[in-house]
C-alpha cells in the first residue's frame, strides 16, 4: 500500500456531506474513522469499511487528519471544546463566514492544532470527483502536508494563508450564483408571457452568461487599476437600456424590482459624476456599506 492509502482520517459529521466525505476517503482507500451525535447515520459506512468510534476524542486520537462539517461553526468548538487538540490536524469544511473563520483558527491554534479552513464547492454525489472542488485557506504547508490525502475528495484549490478566505469566496460564489439565476428567472417570466417556455429561453440564456462572464478579466483590470475607460458603453448609456428593461417589465406585468435595483445603483454612480465611465466603475457603489 503507498504512502497515501495508509493516512488515517477521521471524519465528524455524517450528515448528506459528511457521508459523501467520509465515503470518498474509504474509495481511496484510507482507514477512515467516523463520528456523529446520531451514531445510526454511520452504519452505510460502517459497512463499507469505516470504523465508528465511541467518542469525538477517539476518533482524533486515532487519525493523522481530521475532517469536520457541521451545521456551523458554533457547533464545530461545542463538540471540540472538551477535546485534546494537541497535535491534531483540522481541516474545517463547515459552512460560515470570514470572521468565523478566523476566530476558528485562533481558537484551533491556541490549543496546539494546526488548522485548515474549507469551503465545498460542489454538491455530495460530485465528491470524489475532479468536478467537486474544494477550497483550502491557511498555512501552506499544512495544506501541503496532506494534499495527496484532501485530494480524495476533488480538486484542490488553495486560496492563501488567510484563513477566512476560503469563507470569503464561498459567500462571493454565492453572489454569482443567485446573480445569474435571478436575472435568468427575470428573463424567463418575461419571455413566458409571449409564450416562449423556459426550456427554449435556456440555451440563449446560457450563451449570454458565458458572454457576459468573458467581460470580466478586462473589467477587473479596469478595476485593479482603478480607472474606468468607456472603452465599449458609458454607464450613462447603459442606465437607458435599464429603463428600457424596467418598462418593458412593467408593461408585461412581470416584477420589476430586479432591474430597479440595477438602476438604482447606476443612478448613484451617475450622481456621483461617473456617467462618462464604463460600467465596473460601479464597484465603487458596492463597496459602500448600504
Known amino acids: 500500500m503507498d504512502k497515501k492509502t495508509e493516512t488515517s482520517v477521521a471524519v465528524i459529521g455524517l450528515g448528506l456531506m459528511g457521508q459523501a466525505l467520509a465515503g470518498a476517503f474509504l474509495k481511496a482507500g484510507h482507514p477512515t474513522t467516523v463520528w456523529n451525535r446520531t451514531a445510526a447515520k454511520a452504519d452505510k459506512l460502517v459497512a463499507e469499511g469505516a470504523r465508528l468510534a465511541p467518542t469525538i476524542g477517539e476518533a482524533l486520537a486515532t487519525s493523522s487528519l481530521t475532517i469536520i462539517c457541521l451545521t456551523d461553526y458554533d457547533a464545530v468548538r461545542e463538540l471540540l471544546d472538551a477535546t485534546d487538540l494537541e497535535g491534531t490536524t483540522l481541516v474545517n469544511l463547515t459552512s460560515g463566514d470570514s470572521t468565523q473563520a478566523r476566530e476558528a483558527a485562533l481558537w484551533a491554534e491556541k490549543r496546539g492544532a494546526r488548522y485548515l479552513d474549507g469551503a465545498i464547492m460542489a454538491l455530495p454525489p460530485a465528491i470524489g470527483t475532479d468536478e467537486a472542488v474544494i477550497l483550502h485557506s491557511g498555512p501552506e504547508s499544512d495544506l501541503e502536508a496532506h494534499r495527496s490525502t484532501l485530494e480524495a475528495l476533488g480538486t484542490i484549490s488553495y486560496l492563501g494563508a488567510d484563513h477566512g478566505l476560503a469563507s470569503l469566496y464561498d459567500v462571493a460564489g454565492l453572489a454569482m450564483m443567485w446573480s445569474v439565476l435571478n436575472a435568468w428567472l427575470q428573463g424567463t417570466a418575461m419571455l413566458r408571457t409571449a409564450g416562449v417556455d423556459a426550456a427554449t429561453y435556456a440555451p440563449f440564456a446560457q450563451q449570454m452568461a458565458v458572454g457576459v462572464a468573458g467581460w470580466l478579466p478586462g473589467y477587473a483590470e479596469q478595476i485593479d487599476k482603478g480607472s474606468f475607460t468607456a472603452e465599449t458603453s458609458a454607464l450613462a448609456t447603459d442606465v437607458r437600456a435599464m429603463t428600457h428593461l424596467i418598462e418593458e417589465s412593467e408593461t408585461l406585468g412581470v416584477n420589476a424590482e430586479l432591474p430597479k435595483l440595477f ?17 465596473p466603475v460601479l464597484i465603487e457603489e458596492f463597496s459602500k456599506p448600504a
Open 263 to 279: 438602476k438604482a445603483i447606476a443612478d448613484r454612480s451617475i450622481a456621483a459624476g461617473h456617467g462618462g465611465e464604463q460600467y
